[in-house]
């Protein structure tokens, strides 16, 4: 024979089974929204280079110490973003005629060794072409 009573644990299960789908849908679209914050918050400004990347392509093997003389010397714009820590970008535009400018004013002192201006006395790892 039909039970009523196993009708009512039936619909009870299905209920259940419903609002636990329910429950791992919204879990999933939670996630994804989380993970697109994150990205934004990490994500430099458009039309900025992270001190990192900057380096990386046109720092033509600068020094960080360099290279942010060189963008206080040039007086290349900046952002501030965050991460878990505050963090500056320069411009992108800005960046490789900075690093030209700088360059053409040092003065060579030795094969491997260069000086500018802004700073006399104090070398740094260069050889100019």
């Known amino acids: 024979m039909y039970d009523d009573n196993d009708d009512s644990k039936e619909q009870l299960l299905d209920t259940i089974a419903k609002q636990q789908s329910l429950i791992n849908a919204l879990e999933d679209d939670m996630s994804a929204r989380l993970s697109?914050?994150?990205?934004?918050?990490?994500?430099?400004?458009v039309g900025y280079l992270s001190k990192k990347r900057a380096k990386q392509e046109h720092g033509t093997g600068l020094s960080e110490e360099i290279?942010?003389?060189?963008?206080?010397?040039?007086?290349v714009a900046t952002k501030t973003y965050a991460t878990t820590h505050y963090h500056?970008?320069?411009?992108?535009s800005e960046v490789p005629p900075a690093i030209h400018a700088y360059i053409a004013e040092c003065v060579q002192v030795t094969k491997t060794q260069c000086e500018h201006p802004s700073r006399p006395g104090k070398r740094f790892r260069h050889k100019k072409n």
């Open 67 to 75: 290279l942010s003389d060189v963008m206080q010397h040039e007086q």
């Open 88 to 92: 500056t970008a320069y411009k992108e």
């Open 36 to 45: 697109v914050l994150e990205q934004d918050n990490q994500a430099c400004p």
